[in-house]
């Protein structure tokens, strides 16, 4: 297998607060869980996605992308008021991105999106995550596609969404081959659509520990990915996508 760029992966840390979120809080899965769960996978570098559960919390993120290096990012949830000095500190802790959770909350609305996704990426350079269903990706198509970066995650979680999803990414979104134990789509089938327009959208990732879904990552999830793009395309989706996008703006020393 190649090395692989782990672009949604969450760490939950009991030393930091967690929010209850539709009666659910999760288990503890902490740095060396992860680096347990994907000793043997390759895994060269990552992005640390904020939960719903963890809301706005920045303890957590701090701490966990201290431990776990320069080859590895944020994604944090922010209120839409925060200042532009706690986004350049955040910047400076390895953040890259902003995550609107429309699927279980957490954090800002998405009637905040615009405004603080331009806001983010000119101040910052950050991206914009969003978790959505891409059936509703309808409503509001302008506008994320007028976004200046943004990735969707989990393939867009429903294939009747996937004719939004693929003109998103006629427009240069991209999208996070994670979360199968999630979605109701046929990996293979999305990937392969999802490559046919624009073979640098593609990021793979463990979504681990899969709080929530109907089952965790497996080892094989990767295995499907590899058999569902050409041997040539390999290392970009395991690694070079999602590397570019995440690591484009090196952290500062």
């Known amino acids: 297998m190649s090395p692989l760029f782990d672009a949604h992966l969450h760490i939950i840390d009991p030393a930091h607060p967690l ?8 288990e503890p899965f902490t740095v060396d869980d992860y680096r347990a ?4 996978l390759d895994v060269r570098g ?5 939960g719903s559960f963890q809301a706005f919390d920045q303890g957590y993120l701090r701490d966990a992308l201290a431990a776990l290096g320069p080859t590895f990012v944020g994604v944090t949830q922010i209120p839409a008021d925060t200042s532009d000095g706690e986004i350049l500190s955040l910047h400076e802790a390895g953040v890259r991105g902003v995550r609107f959770n429309a699927a279980r909350g957490g954090s800002a609305s998405l009637d905040d999106l615009n405004r603080l996704a331009r806001r983010v990426h000119d101040l910052a350079g950050w991206h914009v995550e969003l978790y959505i269903d891409a059936r509703f990706l309808a409503n ?3 506008q994320v596609a007028a976004l200046p970066a943004v990735s969707i995650d989990h393939m867009g979680l429903h294939r009747d969404g996937l004719p939004q ?3 998103l990414v006629e427009h240069g979104a991209k999208v996070k081959a994670t979360g199968f134990g999630r979605v109701d789509l046929d990996p293979t089938a999305a990937i392969r659509a999802i490559m046919a327009v624009d073979p640098t959208a593609l990021m793979a990732g463990t979504d681990l520990p899969s709080t ?3 089952r965790p990552f497996e080892n094989a999830d990767l295995e499907l990915i590899r058999q569902a793009v050409e041997p040539e ?3 970009a989706v395991l690694r070079d996508n999602a590397a570019e996008f995440y690591l484009r703006k090196p952290r500062a020393a």
């Open 233 to 235: 395309q390999l290392n």
């Open 140 to 142: 509001t198509w302008e």
């Open 19 to 26: 929010v209850e979120n539709n009666g659910y809080l999760p």
């Open 46 to 50: 990552g992005a640390v996605v904020s």
């Open 165 to 167: 999803l693929l003109r």
């Open 37 to 40: 769960r994907v000793d043997g």
């Open 212 to 214: 929530r879904a109907r």
